[in-house]
């Protein structure tokens, strides 16, 4: 895998195994693929494994850094122009007169990075590092929708990891991004017989009328022209059953109204239940409605729009 010469040049595309011109994406991706592949608690005792690790993290150290990427990818061509002797090659060209005085590759790569950069240091102490090597290699991630009935009350899940079958619970309140560890249930490391854990994360699905956000649920409330104008004690339902809601007269639509206790809940906390009034025309008026309608408009001394023409005016 790696490309190195005697005084120890490195290519770290073909490290990686990509090109040159990889996006960030799939410069990450692929290191992400090897470091797994060659991570040390998979090859104990193996120090090829561990020096393979090394570089592909060196190499992803530089390919990551735009800026440390441009002055590694001019130090690349004008290895290959001097190596080769060509003034151009598959890497670009570069007159940088600077780098002559790099005799060696380890010369150029210290004074790039360091050969114990703050990054590296984070690098190499992973390796050792058992409790974060075997929670990125051995945990198992699932993410799980729920209903916002199932959120509100709590559930059961059955799910199927790694061929076994795990009842999950789902605690009442659960909110969109809680997340539920359940230990031993991860990803087997062969050989080892090291277990990691299951790692679920929480999305509620959509629901018609009820939005959660936390513990707190929101919804729009649909109001009559009468109710708003007059008044009313109006039944609303609830994400815990049916209540009753005063609607002082005088409302108007856009308004909102809270309900506290009356949203999610968890262990001893409460969320609010909010309201906010929309009115809602009947799809058809009835003669009598309309009759009265006209009777409204005579009498009305409200003139909706005067102090709007007031202000398109000025």
Do not use: C
Not at 257 to 275: C, V
């Amino acid at each position: 895998m790696i490309s190195m010469a005697s005084d120890g040049f490195k290519d770290y595309f073909k490290i990686l195994g990509v090109s040159k011109n990889a996006t960030d994406k799939e410069i990450k991706s692929a290191f992400r693929k090897l470091a797994r592949k060659f991570h040390p608690d998979l090859h104990p005792h193996d120090e090829r494994a561990e020096s393979e690790f090394k570089e592909i993290n060196e190499a992803y150290e530089i390919l990551s850094d735009e800026d440390k990427k441009k002055s590694y990818e001019k130090f690349l061509s004008y290895w290959f122009k001097n190596r080769d002797g060509k003034s151009k090659d598959f890497y670009g060209e570069t007159n940088d007169q600077n780098l002559d005085e790099y005799l060696k590759f380890d010369d150029f790569l210290s004074d790039l990075i360091g050969r114990f950069s703050e990054v590296g240091k984070e690098i190499y102490s992973n390796i050792s590092s058992d409790n974060k090597a075997q929670s990125l290699i051995l945990d198992a991630e699932f993410n799980l929708q729920i209903s916002f009935v199932e959120a509100l009350n709590g559930t059961k899940k059955n799910l199927l990891v790694n061929d076994e079958r795990i009842e999950v619970k789902i605690p009442p309140g659960t909110e969109t991004g809680s997340k539920i560890r359940i230990k031993n249930k991860g990803n087997i490391q062969s050989g080892k017989g090291k277990r990691g854990d299951l790692l679920i994360e929480v999305k509620i699905k959509s629901h018609p009328i009820w939005k959660a956000e936390g513990l707190d649920v929101y919804a729009d409330l649909p109001i009559s022209l009468d109710e708003l104008a007059l008044g009313a004690n109006i039944l609303a339902a609830s994400p815990k059953g049916d209540t009753y809601l005063s609607i002082p007269s005088g409302s108007l639509p856009g308004q909102k109204f809270r309900l506290e206790g009356l949203g999610l809940q968890k262990l001893d906390t409460k969320g609010d239940l909010f309201f906010t009034l929309k009115l809602k025309f009947p799809e058809k008026w009835s003669d009598e409605e309309l009759r009265l309608l006209e009777k409204l408009r005579s009498v009305r001394i409200d003139e909706p729009r005067s102090s709007w023409f007031n202000q398109a005016r000025t």
